[in-house]
Antibody, heavy 122, light 106 residues
């Protein structure tokens, strides 16, 4: 059974930093791209960042480019999101999401974690 | 960047109704379009991928169609468990979600 478990969320002041983790199990982690998707309170879904299975290529949404860094440790089956220079508008539930099989295309998200809440406030 | 626009934003319907949600892309995404269902406090759930392929385990009352810039999600006979918010997502060029369509009880 595929499981994705996020951790690391919490309350941080504007300008601060936070690192999110997503522990994966139930599939061969290194074979799949992974992404972070966030949802501000009462709002829709926003793709934040993605990384290929090998970790060789990473992608960022315009709103976080230059502030956030995605990485993965395939030996630990864990995905990370380092968030720096945090702003109030980064307040959201952050989900990690697994890319679907190759047959689905490159790619939609077939499994999601339960999310971790990040609150940026003084 | 590709923008995704869903309509309507909110839809009021009754159990048994046929429901259609539309998603339009600002440029062609071919068939690289997915639909998700999200209930309050829960993670999104994949319903449809490649515009019209039903994800395993998803009831057959859900169907998707379209290609290029216009897509639809149809629920053939709305069930109590279907009251939720639905999102489209393109994955032709990076990844973009629509703003969501809330299906509520009439």
């Amino acid at each position: 059974e595929v499981q994705l478990l996020e951790s690391g969320g919490g309350l941080v002041q504007p300008g601060g930093s936070l690192r999110l983790s997503c522990a994966a199990s139930g599939f061969t982690f290194s074979n799949y791209a992974m992404s972070w998707v966030r949802q501000a309170p009462g709002k829709g879904l926003e793709w934040v960042s993605g990384i290929r299975g090998s970790g060789g290529s990473a992608y960022y949404g315009d709103s976080v480019k230059g502030r956030f860094t995605i990485s993965r440790d395939n030996s630990k089956n864990t995905l990370y999101l380092q968030m720096n220079s945090l702003r109030a508008e980064d307040t959201a539930v952050y989900y990690c999401a697994k890319a679907g099989p190759q047959s689905y295309g490159d790619h939609c998200f077939d499994y999601w974690g339960q999310g971790t809440l990040v609150t940026v406030s003084s | 960047d590709i923008q995704m626009t869903q309509s309507p934003s909110t839809l009021s319907a009754s159990v048994g109704d046929r429901v259609t949600i539309t998603c339009r892309a600002s440029q062609s995404v071919s068939s690289w379009l997915a639909w998700y269902q999200q209930k309050p406090g829960k993670a999104p759930k994949l319903l449809i991928y490649k515009a019209s392929s039903l994800e395993s385990g998803v009831p057959s009352r859900f169907s998707g169609s379209g290609s290029g810039t216009e897509f639809t999600l149809t629920i053939s006979s709305l069930q109590p468990d279907d009251f939720a918010t639905y999102y489209c997502q393109q994955y032709n060029s990076y990844w973009t979600f629509g703003q969501g369509t809330k299906v509520e009880i009439k």
